[in-house]
């Protein structure tokens, strides 16, 4: 259903998955019964109030997982870093280290914040389809957080491209002025996610960065083996 949009008819379903209209329409009646899925007026089904629950869940032992991977980061480089993944079309924090300087970038665990305007919400976004992209910014709006923000869905996806040929993006003041951020996919991520690195665009710089994405994507690639169990 998440594949489909976040609602399908039956009909729709049974396509997708392969699975026979009967088999569809009981397994449909016990979501609907335990509240993972829900009829909509018009028919069709649509996702339920208690997979924010479990995705919470799931988001919080994620970045149990991820943390010590994240403080190791924080050591070497020497700013702050997060996980992040996107949840009902924004991204949200699910786990941080933070930087040992006393001027530093602090984000708070479950943070929401969005994709168009964050180095994490685009290094998210870079790992969807297009009109996915176009999808998410339609319902969740590109309201400009700073001057240098993106607010057209047509730079947004050019700016995607560039992340996806580079692979790695970059936040230059667009979510807050003065700050700069990298961020890179977490590879294979049951839901898309990426790690980042923050801090004062003083330190956080060209030459910093050449150093940060490498580190970042070694980590990205650590947590995707812990997730795997592969590690």
Not at 32 to 51: D, E, I, K
Not at 159 to 181: K, P, S, T
Not at 202 to 225: H, M, N, Y
Request: glycine share 10%.
């Amino acid at each position: 259903m998440t594949d489909l949009g976040g609602d399908a008819t039956l009909s729709e379903l049974a396509a997708a998955s392969g699975l026979p209209m009967p088999t569809i329409h009981r397994l449909m009646r016990t979501l609907v019964a335990r509240g993972y899925a829900r009829q909509a007026p018009s028919r069709r089904y649509t996702l339920g109030p208690n997979l924010i629950r479990l995705g919470e869940g799931a988001g919080r032992q994620l970045g149990a997982g991820a943390r010590p991977h994240l403080e190791q980061v924080a050591r070497e480089l020497g700013e702050t870093v997060n996980l992040a993944m996107i949840d009902r079309d924004m991204a949200v924090y699910v786990a941080q280290a933070a930087s040992g300087h006393s001027m530093r970038m602090f984000t708070e665990v479950g943070r929401r914040v969005f994709c168009h305007c964050t180095g994490v919400g685009k290094a998210v976004l870079a790992q969807l389809p297009d009109q996915t992209v176009r999808e998410i910014v339609a319902r969740a709006g590109m309201p400009a957080q700073t001057e240098l923000s993106i607010t057209d869905p047509d730079a947004l996806i050019a700016e995607l491209d560039r992340i996806r040929a580079q692979g790695y993006a970059v936040d230059d003041g667009e979510q807050e002025l003065g700050v700069r951020c990298y961020a890179v996919a977490v590879p294979d991520a049951p839901t898309p996610a990426a790690v980042s690195i923050s801090g004062p665009a003083v330190r956080v710089t060209d030459t910093f960065g050449e150093r940060a994405v490498p580190v970042l994507q070694e980590v990205a690639a650590r947590i995707t083996a812990e997730l795997l169990g592969t590690h």
